[in-house]
Protein backbone atom coordinates (compact mmCIF):
# COMPACT_ATOMS: atom_id res chain seq x y z
CA UNK A 1 0.00 0.00 0.00
CA UNK A 2 1.41 3.45 -0.76
CA UNK A 3 0.07 6.64 0.89
CA UNK A 4 0.47 10.19 -0.96
CA UNK A 5 -0.03 13.11 1.68
CA UNK A 6 0.11 16.75 0.65
CA UNK A 7 -2.83 19.14 0.27
CA UNK A 8 -1.89 21.02 -2.76
CA UNK A 9 0.22 18.81 -5.24
CA UNK A 10 -1.09 15.44 -7.39
CA UNK A 11 1.55 12.44 -7.23
CA UNK A 12 3.50 11.57 -9.96
CA UNK A 13 3.57 8.32 -9.74
CA UNK A 14 0.74 5.82 -8.81
CA UNK A 15 -0.21 5.31 -4.91
CA UNK A 16 -3.18 3.59 -3.58
CA UNK A 17 -4.57 6.18 -1.17
CA UNK A 18 -4.15 10.05 -1.64
CA UNK A 19 -4.57 12.01 1.92
CA UNK A 20 -4.68 15.67 2.26
CA UNK A 21 -4.57 16.58 5.47
CA UNK A 22 -3.30 15.15 8.98
CA UNK A 23 -6.86 13.90 9.66
CA UNK A 24 -7.25 12.30 6.93
CA UNK A 25 -3.78 10.50 7.16
CA UNK A 26 -4.86 9.39 10.82
CA UNK A 27 -8.58 7.88 9.72
CA UNK A 28 -6.28 6.14 7.12
CA UNK A 29 -3.88 4.73 9.22
CA UNK A 30 -6.72 3.78 11.72
CA UNK A 31 -8.39 1.75 9.48
CA UNK A 32 -6.20 0.03 7.10
CA UNK A 33 -2.71 0.35 9.17
CA UNK A 34 1.09 1.94 8.44
CA UNK A 35 1.10 1.88 4.69
CA UNK A 36 4.23 0.01 3.62
CA UNK A 37 5.06 3.39 1.61
CA UNK A 38 4.49 6.95 2.34
CA UNK A 39 5.60 10.11 0.21
CA UNK A 40 5.22 13.38 2.77
CA UNK A 41 5.09 16.92 2.18
CA UNK A 42 5.48 18.98 5.32
CA UNK A 43 3.12 21.89 4.65
CA UNK A 44 -0.70 20.90 4.52
CA UNK A 45 -2.28 24.60 4.74
CA UNK A 46 -4.39 26.58 6.98
CA UNK A 47 -8.03 26.49 8.31
CA UNK A 48 -10.81 29.18 6.49
CA UNK A 49 -9.31 31.10 9.89
CA UNK A 50 -5.50 31.31 8.27
CA UNK A 51 -4.24 28.76 11.65
CA UNK A 52 -1.75 26.58 10.32
CA UNK A 53 -2.81 22.94 10.19
CA UNK A 54 -0.57 19.90 11.41
CA UNK A 55 1.82 18.99 9.54
CA UNK A 56 3.35 16.16 7.93
CA UNK A 57 5.95 16.00 10.52
CA UNK A 58 3.25 15.60 13.20
CA UNK A 59 1.32 13.27 11.37
CA UNK A 60 5.42 11.06 11.30
CA UNK A 61 5.97 11.87 14.97
CA UNK A 62 1.99 9.92 15.44
CA UNK A 63 3.12 7.14 13.61
CA UNK A 64 6.31 6.89 15.84
CA UNK A 65 4.27 7.25 19.05
CA UNK A 66 1.82 4.45 17.48
CA UNK A 67 4.87 2.20 17.12
CA UNK A 68 6.18 2.65 20.64
CA UNK A 69 2.73 2.03 22.08
CA UNK A 70 2.16 -1.33 20.15
CA UNK A 71 -1.33 0.51 18.43
CA UNK A 72 0.24 0.47 14.46
CA UNK A 73 3.34 -1.10 14.05
CA UNK A 74 5.48 -0.13 10.94
CA UNK A 75 5.61 -3.02 8.36
CA UNK A 76 9.08 -4.95 8.04
CA UNK A 77 8.99 -3.03 4.17
CA UNK A 78 8.31 0.40 5.19
CA UNK A 79 10.09 3.33 3.27
CA UNK A 80 8.97 6.90 2.74
CA UNK A 81 10.17 9.81 1.25
CA UNK A 82 9.62 13.53 1.65
CA UNK A 83 8.76 15.61 -1.66
CA UNK A 84 7.67 18.71 0.30
CA UNK A 85 9.39 22.34 -1.08
CA UNK A 86 10.26 23.33 2.85
CA UNK A 87 13.90 21.96 4.02
CA UNK A 88 13.24 22.51 7.86
CA UNK A 89 10.46 20.05 7.06
CA UNK A 90 11.73 18.02 5.25
CA UNK A 91 14.94 17.75 7.37
CA UNK A 92 12.53 16.90 10.30
CA UNK A 93 10.67 14.19 8.98
CA UNK A 94 13.56 12.67 7.14
CA UNK A 95 15.08 12.90 11.06
CA UNK A 96 12.35 11.24 13.19
CA UNK A 97 11.86 8.55 10.83
CA UNK A 98 15.17 7.82 10.10
CA UNK A 99 16.35 7.98 13.58
CA UNK A 100 13.47 5.48 14.95
CA UNK A 101 13.36 3.20 12.17
CA UNK A 102 17.36 2.70 12.95
CA UNK A 103 16.74 2.56 16.56
CA UNK A 104 14.22 -0.56 15.83
CA UNK A 105 16.39 -2.44 13.81
CA UNK A 106 19.65 -1.71 16.60
CA UNK A 107 17.15 -2.97 19.46
CA UNK A 108 14.94 -5.39 17.75
Known amino acids: ?3 FLDDIREPKNNYDVIVR ?6 NFVKQKGIPSFIS ?5 GCDEKGNVL ?3 YDFAKWLVDMD ?3 IYKFPND ?3 EV ?3 NPIGRNNINSIL ?3 LLFKVKYK
Open 83 to 85: HSA
Open 21 to 26: NYDEAI
Open 40 to 44: FDHDL
Open 78 to 80: FSF
Open 68 to 70: IEN
Open 98 to 100: NNY
Open 54 to 56: KSG
Open 1 to 3: MRM
